[in-house]
């Protein structure tokens, strides 16, 4: 998938890939910028498909693309547009070359199907996907049991700085706990243990997506250490 592209020089383009083989690759695709090239529409942002690179000494070259997706209802939607942006720039970020990113790549193609859908909210894409990703970058937070002592029975507080719940019994000092619904806390579970093509099959209550929101925006501040372009924009927008 293409998660972005720039101009180079007069008519080439340098465009940055999430590939099953070799995880964030950036390559130059020549001519990209030549109204008869057949690279025109295959590096704009959001192209899914197959891609076919030469690993030349310092830099890879496109040499021709399938695209099966281009995700092109996104382009008559600003709000979308900027939502999947975010979530391009999101995988950019936390993705990196000669890695296993297959899961990021699967998580990323199935939100841009779902952020298409007039069926879920596209704020409930974005707290799924931040969710899920943390998850795949191996910083779940605890959603089962306390992360202090481990039960599972005592009414808990979600703390995004002790890294998840904290029952009654060990709550004291943990000034950031978050009182969540048990439907926020399902959600989550749900979240955190589906396969990911069955991600976003679901939707949820106004009070759920709002606690959603705000675990979700504390977990964000402590995880991830970067301030997305795209997700300003997206802000002012809404």
Known sequence: MVLSTAPVGEYDRRVVLLTKE???????????????????????????????????????????????????????????????????????????ENNDEREMLKL??????????????????????????????????????????????????????KGGLVCSRCRENVPDGIVIDKSTLYSMQYIETSKIEKLYTFTVSDKVLEELGKVMGRLMDIYVDKKFNSLEILETLL
Request: include cysteine; charged fraction near 20%; hydrophobic fraction near 40%.
């Open 108 to 161: 990323l193609y199935q939100t841009l199907r779902a952020l298409t859908s007039p069926h879920i909210p596209d704020r409930l894409v974005r707290y799924i996907f931040e969710l899920k990703a943390l998850c795949i970058n191996g910083q779940a937070p605890q959603v089962f049991q306390c992360v202090k002592c481990g039960d599972r029975e005592r009414p808990a507080v979600f703390s995004a700085l």
């Open 22 to 96: 070799h995880g964030k690759i950036s390559a130059f695709a020549r001519g990209a910028r030549r109204p008869n090239s057949p690279l025109v529409g295959a590096v704009n942002p959001f192209a899914f498909g197959e891609f076919t690179v030469y690993e030349g000494r310092t830099s890879y070259t496109i040499q021709s693309a399938n695209i099966s997706n281009y995700f092109a209802e996104l382009r008559s939607d600003v709000t979308g547009a900027y939502y999947g942006f975010y979530f391009l720039e999101f995988a950019a970020y936390y993705t990196k």
